[in-house]
Structure formats: structure tokens, C-alpha cells
């Protein structure tokens, strides 16, 4: 029986990492004694982008009753951190894994990785998602704080994660790790949604285009919407016509550059934008609705709305970069366009109109049971060091 205590966001803050998080702790804890730390105040609200939905309850998904929760802790107070140590301490685990996605996180990770070399000395595991966040690192002070904190996190750790090759390579260097320590895992499934009738979904979202193309995920200026709806406008005239843009997030930095884009489009009767973080009793609306997805980023480590795209088996059209261009090579229904490529985003848009299909692909890959199980090699491997 192995002891396991994984640090990561929780609902209060909500996002991809904080599914994310649920999801490998439950994975974990069907054969495993798992106990999770959650980080509740990530950062003052006011700077937070998705301001508008902290603290509500947009997820039924939580921990299993196997698992014992500490939450949580505060980035503006250290009482709060001593009592997660002390949880931590009287678990005793084999293995601490922390969930790295932005530096907002880290003196609280910093905090516990120096108390546990003190006193438990159990082995540590750091789970990168993101390499760097473009937001923290397009503002100075803050890309000079990360680069330094980080690399004092990362530094003298037992193992590290990371989704994909790229993203693998691009840690290695950034925060000059040693490639030995370093493990590839997918990034797991987001399939705990149910698909609806498409019909049914259209019809309660007030559709009635014949061709539905979805953007799901938080607008941000790396996503690369402008170039999608560029695509749109592209468009012969009598495919449009019969299209439906859904554009489906909330604003974050770069929002309101979309916002206007959408106003100011030729084809503006034809694109519906809901600027909101969606909550998980809507999300099998949209993705059912639509018969198509695209994710036109011009950088990406992975996303997790792609994780849940491939659940509905519906095509995906994506751009070529990074993690995610490795990872969604693994889906049958994707295909690839160069990133900001409007042209070759319009071609792939109409290829799936004229041949729409449901994509059949094998999933196991992206299972939590092969997650967890590559997740379980790695803990024997550091636990017997």
C-alpha cells in the first residue's frame, strides 16, 4: 500500500487543474492510501481574471470519501500553511506530489518542500502542466520572480512530470533539470460528462444552423480565437450560411480584443460568443451541439477542453504546437493546421462540413488506469531509491 498526499487547487479557484486534481486523487485512491492538500487562495481576487465565478459552486465532481482533505491553504496566510504541513506530517506519506501551473503557488509549495526535508523526508514529486504561464511571463517582475523561485522549487526534487516530449525539453532547459528524473505521463480524460441528443442541445441552445463550430475553453490572447473567426469570414457564402460559430468562455487578458472581433465581424449574425466560465451541469450542451471543435492557439502545453472534445468523439481541428500538437496526434479525429493560419483553419472547417462524421478512436491511452498505473511505476522506482 502506497501513501500518497497530492497538493493542488481547489473549487474554490476554479479551473482545468482543479478537475484535474480531483480526478488523478480519486484514480489514486482505488488502491492506494491518498490524502489531498488543496490550495484555496491562490492570489487576491481582485488580480484574478476569472474574479467573477471564485467561490461558486460550478462542479458536483469531488474527492472520493477515501480521501482525506485538508482544505486549505492561503497565499496571504502562513497559519494556514504550518496546518497543512502538520496534516501533511501526520499522514506520513510515501510520496508528495505538487501540482505546478503558475508561480501565484509557489512560496506555499516552497514552504512545504522545506518542511518536508526537515522532518518527513518523503519523496517529491513536482507535476508540471504549463511551462510558463504567458500572462506571468509577459510582465517583467513577475517572469523575474518565477524564473528564480521555481527553479529554488524545482531544484533537488526525486521526480518530475510532465505531459509530452516538448513540454519535457522545454523544463529540462528553462529550470536546468536533470532529463533522468524527468517522466512523460498523458494528460488523463476529462470524461466525466454524459453526452445529449445533439438536437436536443441545439435546440436548448437555440440553434438552428445545420453546422455547428465550437470554441470551448477560458479567451485568452494565446488562443488564437481572431484567427478562427477570420476562418469564419473565409467561408464560401453557402457554408456559412448553414454555420453557427460558438464561441464559449470567459474573458481573461485578450478578452475584450475578442469581444470587439466578434462585433466587428461581417459574418456577426452568425457567431454567438457567451463570455462565462461554464459550469459542468452546461458543458455536455455545447460539446454535444457541435460538430466540430478547433482550439486555434498559437502556443499550448495541453488543454484541457481538447481532454474533454475527445470524449464527445467529435473532429478536432487544432494547431500544430507544442504539447498539444503531441498529444492530440494520438486522436483519430484531429487534424493540424499551422498556428495563426486563418486560411488553413477555413480549409479543415470546410473539409468537416462537407464531411461530417463521429470520430472512433481508442481512448485507453488517456485512461486514469494507464495514468495511474505509469504514475504507480514511478513512486516504486524514487521509494526504493
Known amino acids: 500500500m502506497r501513501t ?13 487543474l482543479s478537475y484535474y486534481t480531483i480526478r488523478l486523487a480519486n484514480a489514486l485512491a482505488t488502491s492506494n492510501d491518498v490524502s489531498v492538500v488543496c490550495l484555496r487562495k491562490l492570489l487576491p481576487r481582485f488580480l484574478f481574471p476569472g474574479k467573477e465565478h471564485v467561490g461558486k459552486k460550478l462542479s458536483d465532481l469531488e474527492f472520493s470519501s477515501k480521501i482525506s482533505v485538508y482544505d486549505g491553504m492561503d497565499y496571504n496566510s502562513p497559519l494556514s500553511w504550518i496546518r497543512a504541513f502538520d496534516f ?3 499522514k506520513n506519506p510515501d510520496v508528495i506530489i ?22 518527513i523526508k518523503s519523496k517529491l514529486i513536482i507535476e508540471f502542466h504549463e511551462v510558463v504561464d504567458p500572462l506571468e511571463e509577459s510582465i517583467l517582475p513577475i517572469r523575474l520572480y518565477s524564473r528564480i523561485f521555481c527553479r529554488l522549487l524545482a531544484h533537488k526534487v526525486d521526480a518530475y512530470v510532465v505531459h509530452s516530449g516538448f513540454d519535457k525539453e522545454q523544463i529540462v532547459s528553462k529550470y536546468h533539470l536533470d532529463e533522468e528524473e524527468m517522466y512523460v505521463i498523458p494528460h488523463g480524460l476529462y470524461n466525466q460528462y454524459t453526452p445529449i441528443d445533439k438536437e436536443k442541445a441545439k435546440s436548448t441552445l437555440e440553434i438552428e444552423e445545420k ?27 453557402d457554408v456559412a450560411e448553414h454555420s453557427r460559430l ?39 450542451l455545447y460539446f454535444s451541439a457541435a460538430d466540430v471543435i478547433v482550439f486555434p492557439y498559437l502556443r499550448a502545453s495541453q488543454s484541457g477542453a481538447a481532454h474533454i472534445a475527445m470524449c464527445f468523439k467529435k473532429p478536432i481541428i487544432t494547431s500544430a ?14 487534424s493540424f493546421v499551422p498556428p495563426g493560419d486563418a486560411n488553413a483553419i477555413a480549409k479543415a472547417l470546410i ?32 521509494r526504493n531509491k
Not at 505538487?98 to 522532518?119: D, E, G, P, R, Y
Not at 504546437?321 to 484531429?334: P, Q, R, T
Open 98 to 119: 505538487l501540482q505546478w501551473w503558475t508561480s501565484s503557488v509557489v512560496h506555499m509549495h516552497l514552504f512545504l518542500k522545506i518542511l518536508n526535508a526537515l522532518f
Open 88 to 90: 501533511i506530517k501526520k
Open 351 to 382: 473539409g468537416c462540413y462537407e464531411r461530417p462524421k463521429e470520430v472512433q478512436c481508442d481512448l485507453a491511452e488517456f485512461s486514469w488506469d494507464t495514468i495511474t498505473s505509469k504514475y504507480f511505476d514511478i513512486i516504486d522506482r524514487i
Open 211 to 237: 453546422f455547428v463550430i465550437l470554441h470551448f475553453g477560458l479567451i485568452r490572447r494565446y488562443k488564437g480565437i481572431p484567427y478562427l473567426i477570420d476562418a469564419f469570414e473565409q467561408m464560401p457564402e
Open 4 to 16: 500518497v498526499c497530492i497538493v493542488g487547487p481547489s473549487k474554490k479557484f476554479l479551473s482545468g
Open 246 to 284: 460558438l464561441i464559449v468562455g470567459e474573458l481573461w487578458e485578450g478578452g475584450e480584443e475578442v469581444v470587439q472581433r466578434v462585433e466587428t465581424s461581417k459574418r456577426r449574425d452568425k457567431i454567438t460568443l457567451i463570455p462565462k466560465y461554464v459550469s459542468d451541469n452546461d458543458i455536455p
Open 321 to 334: 504546437v507544442g504539447g498539444l500538437n503531441e498529444s492530440m496526434s494520438k486522436y483519430a479525429g484531429a
